[in-house]
């Protein structure tokens, strides 16, 4: 076991299958010589060579187009955008090729493809260097998006991303790259896509989240127990497939469900989970769904960033509202 950061993580689980597997291979725009623009890929083109870990162009769609390629011909590239704000050029590759050449081809062709991108707000960072886009990547059939939230998921989700035989956007949340630390297996493991980790079991209210966003549900979570409200914190981990059973698991022992997360409100997350909690398991419902999410507008500049984040005590506002409703 070691002590590693989120981004410490990924670059050990990378380090760890491109030694397993040499079909791994890494790329992306400055990703080989400089270990990319938050550091996740440094020592890998050092190690592996520039055949297994090298510079791209400054083209998303062309990384991934290229990428694609691959996967097809047999290889397991991972490739980074260096912020998700910046994946757009690239949604054409993976909706229109990535997600649907399985299909296309009757089954006879799979696209083994991880496409990593640091995702969401305060860092401090001008725009499109601070979206949280995870729903329009879940809106396509076909891809997969994954966003671990502690250094341990980190590594077992990407090892498993990068196994996986369909397309993976592996969505890091930069605002803990590094400001979690957490002991970490040194072998490799796998936690399992679509399998959601109940963080903090409660009885009075069942929190979902993901991603940066569940260290504020921690701490609101730590907040409202000494208030006397006890509140079960479930992670997703997974946005698409994501784990009904498990919400609809705790639901059935609270009554109660918030949903929490930083991307906009409108047709988000929160909406899907709410509406499918509605359909399958209304009568355990105690109190109406409530959902805190990101304001529908662009992610603001630095200097408005408080004003669009969620912060703790947002979170236990909210739920201290929701568990005191009465019929």
């Given amino acids: 076991m070691s002590v590693r950061t989120i981004v410490g993580a990924v670059n050990h689980a990378l380090m760890t299958e491109m030694a397993l597997d040499p079909s791994v291979v890494v790329f992306g725009e400055d990703v080989g010589l400089e270990g990319g623009v938050f550091r996740a890929t440094v020592g890998l083109q050092s190690t592996y060579g520039v055949d297994r870990c090298f510079d791209t162009p400054l083209s998303e769609g062309g990384i991934v187009g290229a990428a694609i390629g691959m996967a097809v011909a047999g290889l397991k590239p991972v490739v980074e955008i260096q912020f998700a704000g910046f994946s757009y ?152 497939p994501y784990d009904l059973e498990t919400i609809i698991e705790s639901l059935r022992r609270t009554g109660r469900i918030l949903v929490v997360h930083e991307g906009p409100q409108s047709f988000g997350v929160a909406g899907e989970i709410i509406t499918s909690v509605l359909e399958e398991a209304f009568l355990y419902l105690e109190a109406p769904p409530a959902r805190l999410c990101g304001a529908d507008t662009i992610f603001p500049l630095p200097r408005g960033e408080h004003h669009y984040l969620i912060d703790p005590q947002r979170i236990a506002a909210a739920a201290v509202e929701l568990a005191a409703y009465q019929p």
């Fill in 89 to 240: 050029p690239a949604f054409d590759q993976l909706a229109s090729h990535a997600a649907r050449l399985r299909n296309r081809t009757r089954g006879s062709m799979e696209v083994p493809l991880v496409v990593r991108m640091p995702y969401g707000g305060g860092i401090g960072a001008p725009e499109h260097h601070s979206e949280s886009p995870e729903v329009l990547y879940a809106h396509v059939p076909g891809l997969k998006v994954v966003v671990p939230s502690t250094p341990h998921d980190a590594k077992g989700l990407l090892i498993a991303a990068i196994r996986d035989h369909d397309p993976v956007i592996f969505m890091e949340p930069k605002r803990i790259y590094r400001s979690l630390k957490q002991e970490v297996p040194d072998d490799a493991y796998t936690i399992e896509i679509g399998r959601a980790r109940v963080v903090r079991p409660g009885s009075d209210l069942t929190l979902v989240s993901y991603g940066a966003q569940i260290k504020e549900a921690a701490e609101a979570t730590a907040q409202l127990h000494e208030l006397g409200v006890s509140v079960e914190l479930v992670d997703l981990r997974t946005i698409y």
